[in-house]
């Protein structure tokens, strides 16, 4: 199963940190430490 989600990737102080995924319509997602390291840099448009 895939999905398709337009946002930007933030860095987040929450606990020790974490990447977010955040939507146009305002919506987070959390990028988990195993992801692809290519997908993270700060205001990158995925």
């Known amino acids: 199963?895939?999905?398709t989600i337009t946002g930007t990737i933030?860095?987040?102080d929450i606990g020790?940190?974490?990447w977010?995924?955040?939507t146009e319509e305002g919506t987070?997602?959390?990028i988990?430490?195993?992801a692809d390291k290519k997908i993270t840099p700060v205001g990158?448009?995925?």
Request: positive net charge.
């Open 28 to 30: 987070t997602y959390e």
């Open 44 to 46: 990158a448009k995925s």
């Open 16 to 18: 020790m940190g974490a």
């Open 10 to 12: 933030q860095r987040r």
């Open 20 to 22: 977010a995924l955040i």
């Open 32 to 34: 988990p430490r195993s």
């Open 1 to 3: 199963m895939s999905i």
